[in-house]
């Protein structure tokens, strides 16, 4: 049966009724993707949860020293969510480099980056490794950018803008 009811923009041209694969309606229906991912010994996890499919998703690979060493392309969604899981409280290390303004969390054991989060206004905002998650291979290819070529504040209203805002599972003394 059609639904003649619903004609708005995010409707499906064959049914009529919504189109379940669009964005918008998916969000507007509370429709989520959620993704695991962990280092490489499994003390530290992460689950993200995403405003759309993976695969729309192209991670960012960061050409500053420390990220490129470390082959670290990140992934966030400015709408998502971030939450870190660690077994025990010492397998959760935190470092910082070269301008202090992000803290790179690995783990303490087996060394692998899993995230890295940053203060901007009173909250918390991080991106994942997107190396890290169990099924990587459905991310789009990952793109080069730049931050280490922006200053400071400009660098800090870039992440705040694109990284998830809502943290969770990270000590306040990491």
């Not at 708005?8 to 507007?28: A, N």
Request: net charge neutral; hydrophobic share 35%.
């Amino acid at each position: 049966m059609e639904d003649r009811e619903n004609k708005g923009p995010h409707t499906d041209s064959v049914t009529r009724g919504p189109d379940r694969e669009d964005p918008v309606w998916q969000r507007s229906q509370g429709c989520f993707t959620y993704s695991r991912g962990r280092c490489h010994c499994g003390a530290v996890r992460a689950t993200v949860t995403l405003t759309r499919a993976l695969s729309t998703y192209a991670p960012r690979s960061c050409d500053c020293d420390y990220c490129s060493m470390q082959g670290i392309a990140y992934l966030s969604d400015p709408e998502g969510e971030l939450a870190i899981e660690v077994r025990e409280p010492s397998a959760l290390a935190a470092y910082r480099q070269g301008t202090d303004q992000a803290r790179f969390l690995r783990c303490a054991r087996c060394g692998i980056v899993i995230a890295v989060v940053c203060a901007a206004d009173g909250v918390l905002h991080g991106a994942l490794n997107a190396r890290t998650l169990e099924n990587r291979a459905d991310l789009a290819e990952a793109e080069t950018v730049s931050p280490r070529l922006l200053p400071g504040d400009e660098r800090l209203a870039r992440w705040s803008r694109l990284w998830f805002p809502r943290v969770t599972g990270v000590p306040s003394g990491l």
